[in-house]
């Protein structure tokens, strides 16, 4: 297995010590999106991309954030003793979707990202800079829907001004167009409109 590519998005921040994310292919015909890049006390690491681990309430079963106090959906008070922690006595709060099995692959992903990086950073001093990370990655074409859909099939309508203006300097209201708004309704006389109401 080889990484074929790596696509780098920075974070620009101060304050916070996440540089960016990036996306790894390996031979060609396998992306991984979405590890985050972080700055560590010995340098940058690579996190792989993870998922919150939740807990089904007793009470009507639904998931909630291990960390959650009341549950989302019926409001009922969540016990926290159900949390898994690792050996250095951390709560294990999120699970990586997909991660290397072993030391030698970890290094191989981790050495290549951190070359991508620094050579990512020095891109971005440059005029012109664009990132290459969303670039294949179109989301209005993943959203198609699998049949086609009859009200995206209707041509649009005309983009030239469809206002038709009856010789008024306004443009005309859904109440009064193509009327004159002095002109009472047809069968009606004066002093009529409204008789009835309140008899």
């Known amino acids: 297995m080889e990484i074929t590519e790596v696509r780098i998005k920075l974070i620009e921040s101060a304050e916070d010590r996440l540089r960016g994310f990036c996306s790894v292919t390996f031979d060609d015909c396998f992306v991984v999106r979405d590890l985050k890049i972080i700055e560590g006390n010995n340098g940058p690491f690579v996190a792989m991309p993870s998922r919150k681990l939740t807990s089904n309430c007793y009470k009507c079963r639904t998931k909630n954030h291990l960390r959650a106090s009341f549950c989302n959906h019926c409001g009922s008070q969540l016990k926290s003793d159900h949390i898994e922690h690792d050996s250095g006595g951390r709560a294990k709060l999120y699970a990586d979707i997909a991660h290397p099995v072993n030391a030698r692959c970890r290094e191989m992903i981790q050495k290549r990202v951190v070359h991508e990086l620094n050579h990512e950073t020095e891109l971005a001093s440059q005029p012109g800079y664009r990132s290459r990370y969303d670039e294949d990655f179109n989301e209005e074409v993943v959203a198609q829907p699998l049949h086609g859909n ?50």
Not at 171 to 198: A, L
Request: proline residues 18%; glycine residues 12%; aromatic residues 4%.
């Open 150 to 199: 009859t009200h995206q099939d209707k041509p649009n309508p005309p983009t030239e001004d469809r206002r038709q203006d009856h010789g008024t300097d306004s443009p005309p209201t859904p109440h009064n167009q193509g009327k004159n708004p002095d002109q009472e309704p047809s069968g009606t006389s004066p002093g009529e409109f409204g008789k009835g109401i309140f008899e």
